[in-house]
């Protein structure tokens, strides 16, 4: 377990594999309160495959887990994302998933963390999947630094797009915001 950052009573945790069990754990959980609350057969985590080979940040509050998000690094077809996406290369990438936040600022912090984590890693290719009225405005309000993958993708009742950032792109006023943390 690894210390990220410390801002306005959050501390940003870096969990990897083979380590910080309880906290990992504790993370799958509140995935599971968070996209699993419907599942009738559950453990009670949210979990699949991925989490063994994955890094997790977290943040707490006052000793509460109250966001986080999950860091996959690969090849595009070795991801999750790779069953959608028509677009590959074969950049380095880093897939985020599973991204909790109870606030605008914890999830402001949580993608600069995310960043930070890519370009430490020598990753300049961010994979995620977006809600399609997200990748809509995105287009609408003309923020190119993002490509779309490949089409819709159907997963549990949402309409998902493969969307990848590229780190080099990211504008000049994020890296310098992103220095002074």
């Not at 063994?52 to 994302?81: N, Q, S, T, W």
């Not at 912090?109 to 990748?135: N, P, T």
């Not at 797009?161 to 220095?179: D, M, T």
């Amino acid at each position: 377990m690894k210390k990220l950052l410390e801002k306005d009573g959050s501390i940003f945790w870096l969990l990897v594999p083979g380590k910080d069990v309880r906290l990992r754990s504790q993370f799958q959980e509140l995935r599971y309160r968070t996209f699993r609350k419907e599942d009738r057969n559950a453990t009670g985590k949210e979990t699949d495959a991925y989490d063994a080979h994955a890094d997790y940040i977290v943040c707490m509050k006052k000793g509460k887990m109250v966001g986080g998000c999950r860091m996959i690094f690969g090849k595009i077809e070795e991801l999750p994302i790779g069953k959608a996406a028509t677009k590959t290369n074969t950049m380095p990438s880093m897939e985020i998933s599973r991204l909790i936040a109870d606030s605008t600022q914890t999830k402001c912090l949580l993608f600069s963390l995310i960043y930070k984590q890519a370009e430490k890693r020598g990753v300049d290719q961010i994979l995620a999947f977006a809600r399609r009225g997200l990748v809509r405005m995105l287009q609408k309000e003309k923020l190119d630094v993002f490509e779309i993958l490949g089409e819709p993708y159907e997963y549990r009742g949402l309409t998902l797009v493969p969307l990848a950032f590229r780190v080099s792109s990211a504008p000049s006023f994020i890296k310098k915001h992103l220095k002074e943390m």
